[in-house]
């Protein structure tokens, strides 16, 4: 029965968190309790495939991990809710990536400790390369240069759209602009594209490449938001007492994601992409509170 | 066929340790990828007896492990160093302890963030009675607040010295002071009983519990220690490029508790436990680098 839902595939990746609560952030040697520990899957495309599956979607993650127990519990995560992990690829001698996130109770702010781990990169063959032709959009985060470039060459031979979580700018994210349709990238990857603080300054550069759309999110500050017709936009973020931001960029692209699957304007496609990200913070860990449809729809009626 | 090596039970924290190099200490809400990721058990008693089996002593360990990876982990990784886990006990709905060890890759100093995980308290039956009676020592850390107190009225009952670390002293560990012979704490712990940098004022507050030897150690500060002749000496920290200083108070007590099975003099005992500590900073983890004894040995001919 072929599946009619829209079809995401993401090549990334997909790491096992664990997260704790801390009153402050310690001084240098000092030994800090955990005032309580949450353990779940993460990573910038496998989490917005979690969002894209409880939207409604279809996701595919193309990615590697470890033979030990946190590849286990990342493909488990990702089972549970209904993301395909048939072309996840187990590297036998290989280390999964993993993080560790510190999180202050009262501010939500937060110390990222993280490690790629150590693994072969993703192979990307025939099944692949077809289960990316049939897709509706691909999704990327650029940190596995070869087979990124390779998916989303696969992708524009195809004419599936390409969306890339541009969180740092590496030596082969360059070679890979060029072949993204929707640029979403973090504050820090735009300031390797211009001077200071100049979001707009900053779009410009980074249309340059051949996006129709590009966004750059600040977190709590919003993000701005650059379209194909020239138009520039900032949309703020929503105002919500956040328990905890793992996650939140990852999140914010799978309602991204969403908005373009389903043709909407950029305009709504930011505001509900907003609305996820702020859904999201109601609890720890980047994935625990990643709404449902019908939750972001009563929450931008409220909003 | 009876065991002819001096026998140590311990009873108290067996931890999974994640340890990761970083460059530098990150500002708050900021992402840092670690250089490399060391695994291995660690806590205070569980390495304090890895470094005695190490040296050449037979130790069990009795505490508790969660069911799940981390509680594996932490018995295959004392198995390995015959540490006798038989008396080891899993909650089979608990979670282990573990910590996340941030090491700044040019200075070792670290950043701890640890659980002590969710399980039910350690369980003192008869088998385990039976065990610490026919030790030769008892080590304790106190975390365990009634099993402590359990094992060491069993020790004190039929003639087993006992010996506890004290890290942090909270409020079980009053109740359990009395029944120490020998204490070996932390400047943290050891502050906890005088105003201020003053230790041999804080040797005569922790001496009034009856312990006929107290030490508090200070790191790279050395440690002092007070007899039960009422002589006080410091023993200064052996100089040495430190990779890592995970774990060296735990190794210290196990170099301390070598030397009391051996009937040495204290300052004998004190600089071999010192001896033990500067070793174990060569690699990375809190058991890499515990020495075997020639290794001691030739460290303080040359120091």
Redesign the interface.
């Known amino acids: 029965m072929p599946n009619s839902l829209p079809h995401v595939v993401g090549l990334g990746q997909c790491s096992w968190d664990?997260l704790?609560h801390?009153e402050q952030?310690?001084a240098?040697?000092?030994?800090?309790?955990?005032l309580?520990?949450v353990e779940q899957g993460g990573g910038p495309v496998a989490t917005a495939l979690v969002a894209l599956a409880r939207l409604g979607c279809h996701a595919t993650m193309l990615g590697t991990i470890g033979n030990d127990?946190y590849g286990e519990s990342i493909t488990q995560g990702l089972e549970a809710e209904s993301v395909d992990c048939k072309l996840l690829q187990k590297d036998p001698r290989g280390?999964s990536q993993?993080a560790?996130i510190?999180v202050?109770a009262d501010t939500g702010?937060?110390?990222?400790?993280?490690?790629?781990g150590e693994k072969r990169p993703f192979v990307l063959g025939a099944e692949e390369k077809a289960t990316i032709s049939h897709a509706d959009f691909l999704h990327l985060d650029g940190l596995d240069e070869a087979a990124s470039y390779q998916a989303a060459t696969c992708a524009r031979e195809r004419g599936v759209p390409t969306m890339l979580d541009g969180?740092t700018c590496r030596d082969g994210t360059m070679r890979l602009l060029p072949l993204i349709d929707h640029l979403v990238v973090s504050e820090k990857f735009a300031r390797q594209f211009c001077d200071g603080d100049n979001p707009e300054a900053a779009l410009e550069q980074l249309s340059s490449f051949g996006a129709s759309s590009v966004t750059v999110t600040c977190g709590a500050d919003g993000s701005w938001t650059k379209g194909g017709n020239g138009t520039t936009f900032f949309q703020p973020a929503f105002s919500v007492k956040a328990i905890d931001t793992t996650g939140c960029g990852d999140v914010f692209h799978g309602g991204y994601l969403f908005g373009l699957l389903h043709n909407w304007s950029l305009k709504k496609t930011v505001r509900f992409s907003a609305a996820c990200a702020a859904l999201k913070t109601r609890a720890m860990g980047g994935r625990t509170a990643i709404p449902v449809i019908g939750e972001v729809e009563d929450f931008l009626k409220r909003n």
């Open positions: 664990i704790g801390i952030f310690p240098v040697d000092a030994k800090t309790e955990l309580d520990v127990p280390k993993c560790f510190a202050e702010r937060r110390n990222i400790f993280w490690t790629r969180g």
